[in-house]
């Protein structure tokens, strides 16, 4: 077998060098309590509120806005279910899209069984909300809207900000699940003015295993877990003060680079793209009229099926939809939300690209992707 390339950025990154050199000093070197008012916990306490300032001064937010999760499906439950229950007493109906991540999706039918509403506002055939949509969704009992801000699949961009004012008219709460845009696009809370905004580190070069949801000051707000108060008692449990620390590297590492890793990240995506069209003609690219993700391509190939198109791929690791769900047969959710026929949504890889990326790499992945799908059945013409 040819030597692999790695084109699943979204669905998880490598550990970048300077945040597992950050990782493993911590581990090495501090194991104190970080409650604890010994020495030894002193210095834990400081690592964690150094990584807390790190994460809130990549998003423009206050460190103590900042609560440490596990990663990108806590922080979600954690908002909806959080909101939910702070606020029963006011009303009980929730406002999501329906291309939201599971996390989200499957927190919303939670409340669902327990007697909640649950709107979901739909998308136009390019993968995009309409805000006006969402001020039409808000009723009177709403207390929340979530809407993500930047698809998993598509890498389409949503109008966060403008949902927010619609939101805010009516006095209702904004989450925005921000796990694939932190790291890769700008990403401010204050302009986006969300009262909650989660990230998954993973999806930036952090270990998997920890992610922050940002709360807005003075957000109501019930703690999903439950215990001494930890983290001002918005999350209890003991902190874990390696990964804090590593996500706190991770967000540094990305305000510091952003911009030129983002103009690479779009330089090999573009590059992809371009080759696989010129290949193929018939190429489908999801979302291509909208704002995406810099490093994402959602494409698909008329009359090949994708897994099958990936069982012949020389090497080319990528995934047929978001990544929680790969190896599904069923079409994807989000494209058949666009309007997307099954068997194009079928025939869809979702090739993302990444810091280490290199143009050599693309134009190999490009070879063997064209090769792989000219040898299909029903393969596309050229």
């Known amino acids: 077998m040819s030597q692999p390339i790695y084109l699943d950025y979204n669905a998880s990154t490598p550990v970048a060098p300077e945040v597992l050199d950050v990782l493993i000093a911590v581990f090495r070197n501090v194991h104190g309590n970080a409650l604890s008012t010994h020495a030894y916990g002193v210095s834990a306490r400081g690592i964690v509120e150094e990584a807390r300032a790190e994460v809130a001064a990549s998003i423009g937010a206050e460190p103590d806005e900042i609560v440490f999760t596990s990663g990108g499906t806590e922080s979600n439950n954690a908002a909806i279910d959080g909101v939910a229950e702070a606020l029963a007493d006011r009303g009980r109906h929730l406002v999501i899209t329906q291309i939201e991540h599971a996390s989200v ?3 919303a039918r939670s409340l669902e069984r327990r007697g909640w509403g649950v709107t979901r506002v739909p998308v136009d055939p390019e993968g995009s909300i309409d805000p006006r949509a969402i001020e039409s969704a808000i009723r009177p009992d709403t ?15 949503q109008p ?3 949902s927010a004012r619609a939101a805010r008219a009516r006095g209702v709460l904004i989450h925005t699940d921000a796990a694939q ?24 070069y952090a270990p998997q295993g920890v992610g922050a949801l940002y709360i807005r000051r003075g957000t109501p707000f019930a703690p999903l877990l439950k215990g001494a108060g930890h983290q001002n008692n918005r999350r209890s449990g003991t902190e874990n003060v390696a990964l804090s620390a590593a996500l706190g590297a991770a967000c540094a590492l990305a305000a510091r680079e952003l911009d030129s890793r983002r103009e690479h990240a779009q330089a090999m995506r573009d590059r992809l793209e371009r080759a696989l069209r010129d290949a193929f003609p018939s190429l489908v690219v999801h979302g291509a009229q909208a704002k995406r993700l810099p490093n994402t391509l959602y494409a698909a190939f008329p009359g090949l099926d994708a897994n099958e198109l990936l069982s012949r791929m020389d090497g080319v690791a990528t995934g047929t939809g ?27 890889l979702r090739l993302t690209t990444g810091w280490p990326t290199t143009a050599g790499e693309i134009d190999e992945a490009a070879k063997r992707i064209i090769e792989a799908a000219r040898t299909g059945t029903g393969s596309p013409r050229a």
């Open 105 to 107: 999706e499957q927190a």
């Open 143 to 157: 207390v929340l809207v979530s809407v993500m801000h930047a698809n998993n699949e598509t890498g389409v961009i």
């Open 322 to 348: 978001a990544a929680c769900h790969s190896g599904k047969a069923e079409p994807s959710k989000v494209l058949l939300a666009m309007g997307v026929k099954p068997s194009i949504a079928t025939a869809t």
């Open 160 to 162: 966060v900000a403008a």
């Open 181 to 204: 845009s932190v790291g890769k696009i700008r990403v401010n809370v204050r302009e986006l003015d969300v009262d909650l905004l989660s990230i998954a580190g993973h999806k930036f």
